[in-house]
């Protein structure tokens, strides 16, 4: 049975943001939903569309009526209740419901973005100065201008535009009394970090990776502050959103790419994020790297940041939105299988196993055994590694590898089989992680899979791909007419 997908969302309510004229990003929830709808559609998966409307109560009763496998979380929070992003995750947590992306712990806590840069400068992740601050207690201000003005609790660049960064406290004043007045809380004040922005995002639970960074560029007249402003994101008529570009990937030396590449991982775990996150930096006068917020959960339209930079990767959009689906699987799992060497008695489960997967033919079920017989017999004298999975002393699956021969650091997975009762436990990828640092640690440089292109291993290949496999190479009518070779690579960092 196919795993059954509902994709949650808030219903658009842009009541509070038309005021402000800002009720495009309110809008903008849709085109995102559609896109990840038509993706996962694509994808083969069973998905209907659920809006989520208030109260709180009525939403709880919604989510507990859904007989999926899954949640596609896309809710942002209502209408003037930006925590309720977290208090909706927060239920489906307390329901069992699995769902994509973020806990909503950490959610909660990069909504308030004081407590997020408290918590970056204690565990020493550079990140300007700044004070959070009301009209009442603006004499506290002791930062350095440039500073910019943001709202606490808000996204989607709501509340900035080119009158948040400010140079003296008559623009201070006047931006903390506008804040506290819209949005009805304490006003974030920022050191303005003046160099080149980035943003990048994260993908991943245990082993998370970054994708390619993009870099915010600005062409914009001199006296225009270089800030991403509401404008830049949601009005194409305006000079800001005309002045503003995103490029992917950024050009930047092998240096700096390696400083994003881990404050994005550091800050990443630190704000215990999960599935996807994308984490937004900026370098100060002086060049120093600094992480300006994370934001879990981020828009996954295909013109946006994530699918920007999952297409540099080699990842296309429908393959990161089922990565995004089994990285939430992964989330479910809370006993890790115990990896070990195979030895003779494992025999009779893994064959077994083997018999019971039904895309396997007889032939190459005997093939597989060829290959486990060598190794039982001669370990040390075998061209091949064959470790098994264990879970609760019951064996969950193996995996057989081995160097390519007559290459320098590329390996092939021959085999990697999961208990049909084990699926959808992680234990596959806990299988293809240790093989991967194995071999990583002799030195391997490129790993590659062969699979077939029928349509019963369609699941295998989303798997593969999930796992930052890439298709290389595909042989028409290779195993049979109608039945192609792929071969998929995977390079190791």
């Avoid at 699926?423 to 391997?444: M, V, W």
Wanted: hydrophobic content about 40%; aromatic content about 8%; some cysteine.
């Amino acid at each position: 049975m196919r795993l059954r997908i509902a994709i949650i969302y808030n219903e658009p309510d842009p009541s509070r943001y038309t005021t402000m004229r800002e009720e495009k990003a309110v809008l903008g929830v849709l085109d995102e939903v559609a896109a990840v709808f038509q993706a996962l559609t694509e994808l083969g998966y069973p998905v209907e569309r659920i809006p989520l409307a208030p109260p709180l109560e009525q939403v709880r009763e919604k989510v507990k009526s859904l007989t999926v496998d899954l949640v596609f979380n896309l809710f942002e929070g209502f209408d003037g209740r930006p925590e309720t992003e977290a208090i909706v995750a927060g239920m489906l947590e307390e329901l069992g419901l699995v769902h994509t992306g973020c806990p909503s712990k950490t959610l909660a806590l990069a909504l308030d973005k004081g407590k997020a840069k408290t918590l970056l400068e204690a565990a020493g992740i550079a990140t300007p100065r700044f004070q959070t601050l009301t009209p009442e207690t603006l004499y506290q201000f002791h930062l350095k201008y440039p500073c910019i003005i943001k709202p606490r609790t808000e996204d989607a660049s709501h509340g900035i535009s080119e009158e948040s960064v400010v140079n003296d406290a008559a623009g201070l004043a006047r931006q903390v009394a506008r804040v506290s007045e819209l949005f009805g809380e304490s006003a974030l004040v920022e050191e303005f970090a003046t160099g080149r922005e980035f943003n990048v995002t994260v993908l991943g639970n245990r082993n998370p990776e970054v994708l390619p960074s993009s870099e915010i560029v600005y062409t914009l007249p001199p006296a225009m502050p270089r800030v991403l402003t509401f404008a830049a994101k949601w009005e194409p008529d305006t000079v800001y959103f005309q002045g503003t570009q995103a490029v992917c990937p950024a050009e930047i030396n092998e240096a700096l790419k390696q400083q994003i590449a881990e404050n994005a991982l550091a800050a990443f775990r630190l704000l215990g994020c999960r599935g996807y996150a994308r984490v937004d930096m900026r370098l100060d006068a002086e060049g120093n790297l600094k992480v300006i917020e994370v934001n879990p959960n981020p828009d996954l339209s295909p013109e946006y940041g994530a699918a920007r930079q999952a297409q540099a990767a080699g990842i296309s959009y429908s393959q990161l939105i089922d990565r995004i689906v089994s990285l939430a699987l992964e989330n479910t799992k809370v006993t890790e299988p115990g990896i070990r060497v195979i030895n003779k008695p494992d025999k009779p489960t893994i064959m077994q196993i083997l018999r019971q997967t039904p895309e396997f033919e007889p032939a190459e079920v005997d093939v597989a055994e060829e290959l486990i017989d060598c190794y039982l017999e001669d370990p040390v004298g075998s061209d091949y590694f064959i470790y098994v999975a264990e879970v609760k002393k019951s064996i969950a699956g193996y995996i057989c590898y081995g160097p390519t021969p007559l290459t320098r650091g590329t390996w092939d997975i021959y085999w990697m089989v999961t208990a049909p009762r084990k699926k959808g436990q992680g234990i596959g990828s806990h299988l293809l992680a240790f093989a991967e640092n194995r071999i990583r640690e002799t030195g391997g440089r490129l790993v590659f899979i062969e699979t077939s292109s029928k349509p019963e291993y369609e699941s295998t290949r989303r798997f593969h791909y999930s796992q930052g496999y890439e298709l290389v190479c595909q042989v028409p009518d290779f195993y049979a007419p109608g039945d192609d070779k792929l071969l998929l690579r995977k390079r190791l960092n």
